[in-house]
């Protein structure tokens, strides 16, 4: 949290601003037409605005604030929670006011605070909801005291600023599996390629199996030909490229924010299956390592398109066989075409095509619509039922009661 800044301002309300016209307004009739009653009243509600201005401004809140934000990365849809603590300062008792922060650029949350003794505590909180991801600004936290005839106000700084980040949503997907699905059978051929794997079992010989897989000294011991079998080479690595190099417009943002959407199912979900996972965007992003997933929510919480050149993307130096997912609009795309050109008999690649475009290789993924993204991948892996969001906010949405009856709190509400 920022510290506070220093906004410290006592003045009158709008209605004090008029009571001060008025009293000036009926001294001068008062003097025109000789009329003493109206010196009185012009007189009294001098006293009323003076009297309010000193009242606020001598006994402005003095406290201490502490404020929490959890959690501290908020995805796309949840509900996020702030809490307050107030702790009055000096003697005596603190009078009554009212804490009013501002959320984002269009909510305002209102805390009514009652008076306090000095040294005594109280809380509370409000929730925070969250529609898209980005940056959220919390801040700054400001104590307002008035007089009880609203005629003046005092302001002051209490907390500073704070940033919540928002990730975006990300879908659980399953991984693939040899055999199963186009993209298993495809993954399974490449195995075989690539040759037998690690040692698994011996299995009675049947006609077509290759005489180099006989294992003659097992053979020798039983009354049947042992052949040696050994498992597919499984997928172990999975690389998702971004393409931000996005045209201007509306329809080319939203078709940005689901390429974003996919990319964080993707990196997600390929580190929560147990694949080496590397995360990569064209303006020059890589990611990668045991936290590469909390890295990337991170980033994407806060990447926007870039109209400049993509830079290469450096090839992945890991082993086994891997998947490479380029997250692009269409397949005439730059970065489409750059990685295409990879010559790695390992690794296989996968447009995620976020515009609706015709000719679409086999192998890829139709995202330019959420709903097409989800049974576009259940194509591929031919398994499953469809993808649900991953439960990344332990709050679950659910708000938290307060922990200080005796305090206030109002919901947010428009500014």
Same mark, same amino acid.
């Given at each position: 949290?920022?510290?506070?800044?220093?906004?410290?301002? %006592?003045?009158?309300?709008?209605?004090?601003?008029?009571?001060? &016209?008025?009293?000036?307004?009926?001294?001068?009739?008062?003097?025109?037409?000789?009329?003493?009653?109206?010196?009185?009243?012009?007189?009294?509600?001098?006293?009323?605005?003076?009297?309010?201005?000193?009242?606020?401004?001598?006994?402005?809140?003095?406290?201490?604030?502490?404020?929490?934000?959890?959690?501290?990365?908020?995805?796309?849809?949840?509900?996020?929670?702030?809490?307050?603590?107030?702790?009055?300062?000096?003697?005596?008792?603190?009078?009554?006011? #009212?804490?009013?922060?501002?959320?984002?650029?269009?909510?305002?949350?209102?805390?009514?605070?009652?008076?306090?003794?000095?040294?005594?505590?109280?809380?509370?909180?409000?929730?925070?909801?969250?529609?898209?991801?980005?940056?959220?600004?919390?801040?700054?936290?400001?104590?307002?005291?008035?007089?009880?005839?609203?005629?003046?106000?005092?302001?002051?700084?209490?907390?500073?600023?704070?940033?919540?980040?928002?990730?975006?949503?990300?879908?659980?997907?399953?991984?693939? #599996?040899?055999?199963?699905?186009?993209?298993?059978?495809?993954?399974?051929?490449?195995?075989?390629?690539?040759?037998?794997?690690?040692?698994?079992?011996?299995?009675?010989?049947?006609?077509?199996?290759?005489?180099?897989?006989?294992?003659?000294?097992?053979?020798?011991?039983?009354?049947?030909?042992?052949?040696?079998?050994?498992?597919?080479?499984?997928?172990?690595?999975?690389?998702?490229?971004?393409?931000?190099?996005?045209?201007?417009?509306?329809?080319?943002?939203?078709?940005?924010?689901?390429?974003?959407?996919?990319?964080?199912?993707?990196?997600?979900?390929?580190?929560?299956?147990?694949?080496?996972?590397?995360?990569?965007?064209?303006?020059?992003?890589?990611?990668?390592?045991?936290?590469?997933?909390?890295?990337?929510?991170?980033?994407?919480?806060? &990447?926007?398109?870039?109209?400049?050149?993509?830079?290469?993307?450096?090839?992945?130096?890991?082993?086994?066989?891997?998947?490479?997912?380029?997250?692009?609009?269409?397949?005439?795309?730059?970065?489409?075409?750059?990685?295409?050109?990879?010559?790695?008999?390992?690794?296989?690649?996968?447009?995620?095509?976020?515009?609706? $475009?015709?000719?679409?290789?086999?192998?890829?993924?139709?995202?330019?619509?959420?709903?097409?993204?989800?049974?576009?991948?259940?194509?591929?892996?031919?398994?499953?039922?469809?993808? $649900?969001?991953?439960? &990344?906010?332990?709050?679950?949405?659910?708000?938290?009661?307060?922990?200080?009856?005796?305090?206030?709190? %109002?919901?947010?509400?428009?500014?």
């Amino acid at each position: 949290m920022t510290s506070p800044r220093p906004i410290l301002r %006592t003045a009158p309300t709008r209605q004090g601003w008029i009571v001060v &016209v008025c009293a000036a307004a009926t001294g001068v009739m008062g003097r025109l037409f000789g009329v003493i009653e109206l010196y009185f009243l012009s007189a009294a509600l001098a006293i009323a605005a003076a009297g309010a201005f000193l009242a606020v401004l001598f006994r402005r809140p003095r406290v201490g604030v502490r404020r929490w934000v959890r959690p501290e990365v908020l995805t796309a849809g949840d509900v996020g929670r702030v809490d307050v603590v107030v702790r009055a300062k000096g003697i005596g008792w603190r009078p009554n006011f #009212e804490l009013i922060e501002s959320v984002g650029t269009d909510r305002t949350a209102r805390m009514a605070v009652t008076p306090m003794r000095a040294g005594a505590e109280k809380s509370a909180g409000y929730r925070v909801p969250t529609e898209r991801r980005g940056v959220l600004t919390i801040g700054p936290l400001l104590a307002v005291r008035g007089d009880v005839l609203g005629l003046a106000r005092s302001v002051s700084c209490v907390a500073g600023v704070d940033e919540l980040l928002v990730a975006p949503r990300a879908f659980e997907l399953r991984m693939p #599996e040899l055999g199963q699905g186009i993209l298993g059978r495809h993954l399974l051929a490449q195995s075989v390629r690539l040759g037998p794997g690690e040692f698994h079992s011996l299995r009675e010989y049947v006609p077509g199996d290759e005489p180099r897989t006989i294992h003659w000294r097992a053979s020798a011991r039983s009354d049947e030909l042992k052949v040696r079998q050994h498992s597919a080479e499984g997928l172990r690595r999975c690389t998702v490229v971004l393409d931000q190099q996005v045209p201007p417009g509306d329809e080319h943002d939203e078709a940005f924010e689901r390429a974003v959407v996919a990319a964080a199912s993707l990196v997600h979900s390929a580190d929560q299956a147990g694949l080496e996972t590397r995360f990569a965007t064209t303006a020059g992003v890589d990611l990668r390592g045991p936290t590469v997933s909390v890295h990337t929510m991170h980033h994407l919480a806060r &990447v926007m398109p870039d109209q400049l050149a993509p830079t290469g993307i450096e090839r992945d130096p890991g082993e086994g066989l891997g998947l490479v997912f380029i997250i692009t609009p269409t397949p005439a795309s730059a970065a489409f075409a750059t990685l295409g050109e990879m010559r790695d008999p390992t690794l296989t690649l996968l447009g995620v095509f976020t515009e609706e $475009t015709a000719g679409r290789p086999r192998l890829s993924v139709d995202a330019h619509t959420e709903a097409a993204f989800l049974d576009s991948w259940l194509g591929l892996v031919g398994r499953g039922r469809r993808p $649900t969001y991953f439960s &990344v906010n332990p709050l679950g949405g659910r708000p938290d009661s307060l922990d200080d009856p005796a305090s206030a709190m %109002t919901g947010l509400s428009a500014s």
